[in-house]
């Protein structure tokens, strides 16, 4: 009842008029900062952040919360309709939403997209508002063994996936993590797979760059080549019938999207790792549940509806640490937690009981601020997919000029610039020899998290590799993975034995 009534005291100040502006200020801007590639949450929030001084630091909180929101439902427009991740969030959403685009399904992927996201914040908010404390309890004991843990289970529903040759796959995990180590050691400080000594290179291979090479320029060509002589991109088209029987079938979802606002939840809460590995791992732990997962990456609206409720539930995940603990969750909340010092705030269990107004009128807007992205990003669609009608030669030169506007602003170096193009080339040469490049993302992205947490739990344990199974949580989440791991290869030898007795 106490909840409750903190709910209703805190939903008393988030729906006043000027927050209320605040709210849907926020998520609009948000809704196109993260559709533009290059940018982000991060990128929204940090502009903005000067401006809060301007209003009380409960208002504030609320626009810049607001403006997280908007950009993690922004992020998948540009994924789906350019094939161009908005942000790393929004990565995964490139694998099916850019390919029911090209069918001219984009009005059911945008709206798939927005509809994910909306459940996937509000479970998130619901387990937010109602287990903050104790969520916050099991956070603490994850350390460098769990965390080593939970990125080679993000690995093994990748691998243990029957759709891709478990080769190729391998090889692009590998290929991905020897990219991330790009750049200086992390315990010697000395350079390392400097390419021609070329300074651009120390300080290592964003993630941002690999992609908009990968899924930008990459698809760009890919697109030329198939379309030869008539390239016509997609069909646009949006009706109010298309809508009510997405809705329809975004409803046989449900498992899906539970099963992402969970698994995001409880992994944007743990710190350093973000909205980024939850969207990765929800569209692997979807792909490998699914008993038809041949569908996915060829416009399976699963593929869309993962992530998306996934990277929307860890963005709520995230504030969690860093309202009871004072622990940003990701660098987005790190700016929020920074903010939050300027107002004379101090993060942390005290906060709950020093400043209830400021702490529930936060939870509270969360709740407004969902509703208000999914609004406008759903009144929004049809001007989205009409961008899609326009001429192939126009929207080519706008994804090219998105490219390397995005990689240049990034850092300001010329040297993002040409890598782009050069990891155009090689994503579209990958994709002509049938190469997955989800795995290369997923381990560029982890690699790391992966070996920080690997070299620290060498460390405290003297080199001792059994460490990992030593703990309770992380020996669960390393037999888990050994368990996907092997599941090529049981179904390898199960089909081995099929065949003599179907030849009989």
Known sequence: MEIIQHLIDGFGYALLPVNLLLIFAGVT??????????????????????????????????????????????????????????ASTAVATTFDGRPMAVQGRAGLALLAAAFASFVGGTISIVLFTAFAQPLADIALKFHSQETFALVVLAFTTFVGLGSDDLMKTIIMICMGLVLSTVGFDLISGQPRLVFFDLPGFTGGVSFLILAMGIYGVGELLWTLDQSKASPVLTTARLRWRDIVSGLKELMGTWRTMSMGSILGFFVGMLPAAGATPAALMAYGVAKTSSRNSENFGKGDVRGVVAPETANNAASTGSMMPMLTLGIPGSPTTAILLGGMVMWGLTPGPMLFVEQP????????????????????????????????????????????FLCIIGGFAANGRMHDVWLIGIFGIIGYLLRKVDYPLAPLVLAIVLGPVMERSFRQSMIASQGDVLTFFERPISAVFMFIAIALFLMPVVRAIRDSRKSPQAAE
């Not at 948000?30 to 990128?43: C, E, Q, T, Y």
């Not at 940090?46 to 401006?51: D, G, M, Q, S």
């Not at 540009?78 to 908005?86: K, N």
């Not at 969902?370 to 997919?385: E, R």
Request: with cysteine.
């Open 29 to 86: 801007i948000g809704i196109f900062i993260g559709a533009l590639p290059g940018l982000g949450s991060i990128n929204g929030v940090a502009i903005v952040l000067p401006l809060t001084f301007l209003v009380p630091p409960e208002s504030a909180i609320m626009l810049l919360a607001a403006i997280y929101y908007g950009a993690m439902y922004g992020g998948a427009i540009s994924s789906i309709l350019l094939g161009i991740p908005g």
């Open 357 to 400: 107004a400021f702490v529930w009128g936060l939870i509270s807007s969360l709740y407004v601020a969902n509703v208000a992205a999914v609004l406008v990003n759903i009144g929004l669609i049809p001007m989205f997919v009409w961008s899609l009608k326009m001429p192939f030669t126009v929207l080519c030169t706008v994804v090219l």
